[in-house]
Nanobody, 122 residues
Framework: QVQLVESGGGLVQAGGSLRLSCAASGRTFSRYAMAWFRQTTGKEREFVAAIRSNGGNTYYADSVKGRFTISRDNAKNTVYLQMNSLKPEDTDVYYC???????????????WGQGTQVTVSS
């Protein structure tokens, strides 16, 4: 399994931007599809975005399409989530995940980071 560590969360005003990073350990990062999910305590983990292992295809939840961009740098073992035009409803803990296929189902991912808090004030 790959170890994942997120960073880049914080407090931002509505309309602002943040970039999340997820650094992976190990030499097999480039084989994994990567994804971002978000979760509020007491709610199910919600799919945000996913990217295939070679970065050739990306997928987004309708709620973030056009505002968020997922990308990866396999040379740096890192996946990113650029978040623009942030809204208060984007407030959540954001998790990155690694799996064998780029899916919107959390069950498809075998490795998870510890999460990073994103708070958007109105």
């Amino acid at each position: 399994q790959v170890q994942l560590v997120e960073s880049g969360g914080g407090l931002v005003q509505a309309g602002g931007s943040l970039r999340l990073s997820c650094a992976a350990s190990g030499r097999t990062f480039s084989r994994y599809a990567m994804a971002w999910f978000r979760q509020t305590t007491g709610k199910e983990r919600e799919f945000v975005a996913a990217i295939r292992s070679n970065g050739g295809n990306t997928y987004y939840a309708d709620s973030v399409k056009g505002r968020f961009t997922i990308s990866r740098d396999n040379a740096k073992n890192t996946v990113y989530l650029q978040m623009n035009s942030l809204k208060p409803e984007d407030t959540d803990v954001y998790y990155c995940a690694a799996g064998w296929s780029a899916s919107d189902s959390a069950n498809e991912y075998r490795s998870w980071g510890q999460g990073t808090q994103v708070t958007v004030s109105s």
